[in-house]
């Protein structure tokens, strides 16, 4: 009997391993807000104001030496323990009145997790004009799962999107009562 001879190479390996690691989940709601589109996009323009509708985002701070990129911090209570994830953003160019977005910058991450995980994320925030006093925002927000939560990542969609409802409900009551 006579042995096959597989051929692979490291880039191979490579590429198949960051396939596994890089599953990604990614979340999306939709809220209409009785608000002129100007005044919600000023709002989320605003990034330092977030954390007054998605208290799970504890802080985000624009960064004095360059407003580009910024910080930010999600903390949780989770399994009898405090948790607390930081990453630094870099803000994408926007689009005037319509969309909003930014990404995580690779290898900064920080908190009780480590630094040693990264988890890449990216989220956009889209608005839609409908009369002259209401619009429409759509917030996605996508991250790669850790390896050990990969089994579980399609369990985690519909999760991510109850929590992007609950803030997006939260944005628009506050929008309103600041209008």
Known sequence: ????????????????????????????????????????YEMWEDRERIPQWMP??????????????????????????????????QNLTPTRLQKIHWRSVQGSTGGSLGSGIDIANRGQIRFYRKTPTACSVKLTI?????????????ALTPIVESILSTDLKRFADLAVRQA
């Open 56 to 89: 799970w985002i504890t802080s985000v701070k624009v960064l004095p030496e360059d407003s580009r990129l910024s910080r930010w911090t999600l903390s949780t209570e989770q399994f009898g323990r405090s948790w607390e994830f930081s990453w630094l953003a």
């Open 1 to 40: 009997m006579q042995a096959a001879h597989v051929s692979i190479t490291l880039q191979e390996v490579y590429q198949g391993v960051r396939e596994v690691e890089q599953q990604a989940v990614s979340g999306s709601n939709e809220q209409e807000v009785a608000i002129p589109v100007e005044k919600a």
């Open 142 to 154: 996508s991250y790669e799962v850790p390896d050990v939560l990969a089994p579980f990542a399609g």
